[in-house]
C-alpha cells in the first residue's frame, strides 16, 4: 500500500520537506532505497551516505533536514518514526473472517464474528476469543483460554488451558504459552512431578518471539504485564513476574518466582536465577548471569569477554589460584599492620 509524503507526515505527526504527493510503497535500506523507499537515519555515523541516497524520503532529526536529496520526514526520534511508518507500509497481513473447514472449534467455545481461524487449528471448550483475533493453521487454544481483541497467535501456536492473553498481542510460530512449571519434589531416586495448576495471564499489547515458552504458575499464576516484548527461544519459568514495557533478547533464560521490574532490558543469552528480584529500569547486557537481586536502577554486566585461546587458558589457570593467592596477600598485610603497631 503507497502512501504520500504528506499523508505519512499527518499520519506520524510529523513535519516534512519536500513534495508531499511523492508516493511511498516501502521501507529500505540507505543504500538501496528508490524513489518510492523510505530510509532513515538514526546515528551520526550514517549522515554521510545520505549524499548518494536514492530514497524518495528519509526519516532525518530536524537538523539533518538540508543534507536530504528528496523529501525529509523530520523527527525527534528518527527511529522510532520509522518503526511507526513501517507498520504503515507493511501491516501484517489481513486473514479473512471466519472458521477452516479442517479447524477444530469446540461448540462451547466462544468466538466474536470477525476472528479468523487457520487450518487444523484447535479451539477448546470455553475457550473465549476476542473481535479480530487469528488464530493460525496449525495453532491449539486450551479450554478456558481467553485471547483478547486483536490478538493474533501464529502457526504452530500452544496456548495452555485458562491461560489469558490481552488485546493486540501478538505470539510468533511455535511457542508455547502455559506448558507446565519444572516442579519435582525429590523421593529418595525418584522424582515425583507437582501439578502446575495456576495459569500464564499476559497483559496488552505484547510481542512473543518464536518458540518461546512461558510456563505456568505452579499454584499462583506466571505474570507478564503490558508492553513486554520477548524475542524469540526465551524460556520462562513458573510464577515468574515481569514488570510493563520491559524487553527481553533472544535465549534469555528466567528461573521460577524471579520478579522483573517495569521498563527492564534483559541482553541475549542472560540469565536469572530463581526467587530473586530485579527493579525497575535494570539494563543487564548479554550473556550475564543474575545470581542475587538488583536493588538499584542502572546497568549491569557479568562474564569473561572472548580473548585468543592460549591467553585465556593461562588467566583460566591463574584464575583457579586467586583463592591462595588472597590468602597470601591478607597474610602479608596482617604482617605489615602487625609491624607497625609494634614500631
Known amino acids: 500500500m503507497a502512501w504520500t509524503v504528506r499523508a505519512l507526515a499527518d499520519e506520524l505527526h510529523l513535519r516534512y520537506e519536500g513534495d508531499g504527493e511523492r508516493r511511498i510503497a516501502r521501507v529500505a535500506p540507505l543504500e538501496r532505497a528508490g524513489p518510492d523507499g523510505l530510509a532513515f537515519v538514526s546515528r551520526n555515523s550514517y549522515l ?22 528528496g523529501c525529509a520526514l523530520l523527527a525527534d526520534n528518527p527511529y522510532a518514526a520509522y518503526a511507526r511508518a513501517a507498520q504503515l507500509l507493511h501491516p501484517l497481513p489481513g486473514m479473512a473472517p471466519g472458521v477452516d473447514p479442517d479447524a477444530s472449534v469446540d461448540r462451547r467455545a466462544r468466538l466474536a464474528g470477525d476472528v479468523h481461524v ?10 473465549e476469543i476476542g473481535a479480530g483475533c487469528v488464530i493460525a493453521a496449525g495453532a491449539c487454544v486450551g479450554a478456558g483460554a481467553r485471547l483478547g481483541a486483536g490478538t493474533r497467535i501464529g502457526p504452530g501456536v500452544v496456548i495452555g ?39 500464564v495471564v499476559i497483559g496488552d499489547d505484547v510481542d512473543i518471539g518464536a518458540n518461546t515458552t512461558i510456563d505456568r504458575g505452579a499454584l499462583d499464576d ?47 543469552a542472560a540469565a536469572i536465577l530463581g526467587h ?10 548479554a550473556m550475564s548471569l543474575v545470581m542475587s537481586s538488583i536493588t538499584e536502577p542502572g546497568t549491569y554486566s557479568s562474564g569473561a569477554p572472548l580473548e585468543p585461546n592460549a591467553r585465556w587458558r593461562r588467566n583460566a ?15 602479608l598485610e596482617r604482617r605489615d599492620t602487625g609491624k607497625h603497631r609494634g614500631s
Request: charged share 20%; hydrophobic share 45%.
Open 222 to 268: 506466571t505474570v507478564i504485564g503490558d508492553g513486554v516484548i520477548l524475542d524469540n527461544q526465551i524460556q520462562i519459568a513458573h510464577n515468574v513476574r515481569v514488570g510493563e514495557h520491559t524487553a527481553m533478547a533472544g535465549c534469555v533464560g528466567i528461573a521460577g518466582s524471579a520478579v522483573i521490574g517495569r521498563r527492564c532490558t534483559i541482553g541475549g
Open 317 to 331: 589457570a591463574r584464575f583457579r589460584q586467586l583463592d591462595a593467592l588472597a590468602r597470601r596477600v591478607g597474610d
Open 161 to 199: 488451558a485458562d491461560c489469558a492473553l490481552g488485546s493486540r498481542c501478538l505470539v510468533q510460530a511455535g511457542a508455547v504459552v502455559g506448558s507446565d512449571g519444572f516442579g519435582y519434589a525429590q523421593d529418595g531416586e525418584s522424582w515425583i512431578r507437582i501439578p502446575q495448576i495456576g495459569r
Open 118 to 127: 487457520g487450518a487444523r487449528a484447535v479451539v477448546d471448550a470455553d475457550a
Open 48 to 69: 554521510d551516505r545520505l549524499a548518494s541516497c536514492e530514497a524518495g524520503a528519509v526519516i532525518v532529526a530536524p537538523e539533518h533536514a538540508e543534507r536530504v536529496r
Open 276 to 285: 530473586l528480584e530485579v527493579v525497575d529500569d535494570v539494563h543487564i547486557t
